[in-house]
């Protein structure tokens, strides 16, 4: 990581306050709120006056005098009561920002790679397809891999898909209505089972909702259903097999989908694979009291010291004794801490699964799991339509994923016919750009809020190319590799920076807050901030541009220096959009 200049001017205050037998944090440098009476700012003799220091304007004067010499600081102001502005020298700050520019990751990178980061995200379920309610964990688990790992983490990423639910004895017996003949459900086959599935994604997607409609209607179905979950899990080899075409006809698509959305993941685990770390889990449970018998079914309850409980207690078995989701998140949990030894699992799943959460996390603490690791619900609000309500299609029913996708892209093929941008694109580039326009539009639309707020899904207004969108983003990135290439053409190069006017410097400034504002979003597993920080830059390019004349420019040292600051601005934009998972265009 690279020092800031906040960090290097802070030390030469703290030295100043020391040398004055002052506490150092005295000496805390920050960026000015008043950028016209100076680029930073130091309070720290008010503070000092609060401990007794006397004056505080005295004490800014004294602080002032005992600064050492350096060659950051171009001038100071003490202004009452005790403020100390600091204007940062010209030829230090392009230094900075040069070293910046020229880092790969602008200074960011922490070598944290002793840190094992699990970040649990996407969930997709078996047979189901994907709907509006994946779109936010897909993004924000997406953008909070590749920060984590850009940050120097090391990341592992597990798509941890619902494949061992009831809705899977659902799609057992459901298909045994339609074909009665396989091999799979006879009890005495001992196999080898067919290689080619029997169902296909289709089948699955029809099975599913019907029989799960016939079981909310009718108990006897229902219990046919939980029966044949019982009998998976505990291990029946055709109801096995089965289950893995299921589980691989399923991925497939999935992976399809999400390549279409740019999410990738490390691992394809499910909560199947939780299975054989469950007995495990209830043995210990079960051999510190933690785990006790409801009516038939194995509990673990919650109580406070006067043995009330605080809250409903986890089901790890129900009378039938087949395990719930609950127990596999616990389990898998258990596999995170002690097989893969992972310091921090960040869970990115809809807020509606705190209490699910609140009681895993709870049966682990109890459990000691919380020694050397941290786990967090990295929880989610709700996307909602116009009418404040989860988001539906226009006739009511669960909005599809891929649908939302190609809705998004149709809303950029009209914003871009009728744009005056872009040249002459044939088809295949027009739907290149269609794609990732698209995908900015749905992605930034959605990190740009703090990921706890439900947001109201107004895909024309995320679609605009003005204001706070993906495609305006797109669009200031294209413009500025425009500009570069267009200078190219004309000779002119990219130099060494020397910034003269105020919008220079409020660019140069704002890129020297991309640090910060990726902390920021570690801290808070909040992309956000960002987004915000992207935004403000491309419209501090924006004034930049339009005050200076680059192309025109007739000092060519200024030109080049014009040129570089551009230069690292594009830089930053894509490798900000990049970690948000947002792709850019060359044109548009
Ligand atoms: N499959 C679940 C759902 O669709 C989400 C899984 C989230 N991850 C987890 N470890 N529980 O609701």
Redesign the pocket.
């Known amino acids: 990581m690279l020092v800031s200049i906040e960090h290097q001017l802070s030390q030469l205050f703290a030295d100043a306050f020391e040398s004055l037998e002052l506490p150092r944090e005295l000496g805390n440098v920050q960026r000015s709120n008043r950028p016209d009476l100076g680029h930073y700012q130091c309070n720290g003799a008010m503070a000092a006056a609060k401990l007794g220091a006397g004056n505080p304007f005295v004490t800014a004067e004294k602080v002032v005098a005992a600064l050492s010499d350096n060659s950051l600081i171009e001038k100071l102001d003490v202004v009452r009561p005790g403020f100390i502005n600091v204007f940062v020298n010209a030829e230090s700050l392009a230094q900075t920002l040069e070293s910046y520019g020229s880092d790969e990751t602008f200074g960011s990178y922490e070598d944290k790679s002793d840190c094992k980061v699990m970040i ?1 995200f996407g ?3 078996v047979a189901k397809s994907m709907h509006v309610g994946h779109l936010r964990t897909a993004i924000i688990g997406d953008s909070l891999q590749r920060i984590f790992r850009f940050k120097g983490y090391q990341v592992v990423s597990d798509a ?1 898909l ?1 494949d061992w639910g009831t809705q899977m004895g659902m799609l057992i017996e459901g298909l045994k209505k339609r074909q009665t003949d396989l091999v799979y459900f006879d009890a005495d086959f001992s196999g080898p089972y067919p290689e080619e599935s029997p169902v296909t994604i289709q089948d699955l997607e029809e099975i599913y909702p019907q029989e799960s409609g016939l079981c909310k209607s009718d108990e006897a179905v229902a219990e046919k259903a939980r029966q044949a979950t019982l009998e998976l899990q505990n291990g029946r080899a055709g109801y096995r097999a089965l289950w893995k075409h299921f589980v691989d006809v399923s991925v497939a698509t999935l992976k399809r989908d999400y390549g279409e959305l740019g999410v990738s993941f490390d691992l394809w685990k499910g909560e199947s694979d939780a299975d054989p770390f469950i007995a495990k889990v209830i043995q210990q449970l079960e051999d510190k009291g933690l785990a006790v018998r409801d009516q038939g079914a194995l509990i673990v309850p919650f109580k406070d010291d006067q043995d009330e409980a605080i809250m409903p207690p986890l089901i790890l078995r129900k009378s039938d004794g087949a395990v719930m ?1 609950g127990t596999t ?1 616990l389990a ?1 949990l258990y596999e995170r801490v002690y097989n893969d030894h992972a310091n921090l699992v960040l ?1 990115v ?2 807020g509606r ?1 705190q209490q699910h959460f609140k009681q895993v996390f709870a049966a682990a603490d109890l459990m000691g799991m919380n020694a050397n690791t941290a786990y967090e619900h990295t929880y989610f609000g709700t996307v909602n339509g116009k009418d404040g309500k989860p988001f539906k299609t226009r006739s009511g029913g669960v909005m599809k994923l891929h649908d939302l996708i190609q809705m998004a892209k149709e809303e950029a093929r009209k914003k871009l016919a009728a744009s005056n941008f872009g040249t002459e694109f044939d088809e295949d580039e027009k739907e290149e750009i269609a794609h990732k326009v698209a995908i900015s539009t749905l992605k930034f639309a959605d990190l740009r809020n703090f990921r706890i707020k439900d947001y109201i899904f107004d895909l024309e207004k995320f679609s605009e190319f003005e204001g706070k969108t993906g495609p305006y983003l797109l669009m200031q990135v294209a413009r500025i590799k425009s500009i570069l290439r267009k200078a190219e053409e004309a000779g002119a190069k990219p130099g060494e920076l020397m910034p003269t006017s105020e919008n220079e410097y409020d660019l140069t400034f704002g890129l020297l807050d991309f640090p910060v504002a990726l902390d920021k979003t570690v801290d808070k597993r909040a992309p956000h901030y960002l987004c915000e920080h992207l935004y403000n830059l491309a419209q501090q390019f924006s004034s930049f541009y339009q005050k200076q004349h680059i192309m025109n420019e007739p000092d060519k040292a200024r030109q080049a220096s014009l040129l570089r600051l551009s230069q690292i601005c594009l830089a930053q934009l894509e490798m900000g959009l990049n970690l948000l998972g947002i792709e850019t265009l060359e044109r548009m």
Do not use: K
Request: net charge negative; charged share 25%.
């Open positions: 649990d969930g997709p379920n941890h619902g989701y998140d898998t869970y799943v809809d699964q």
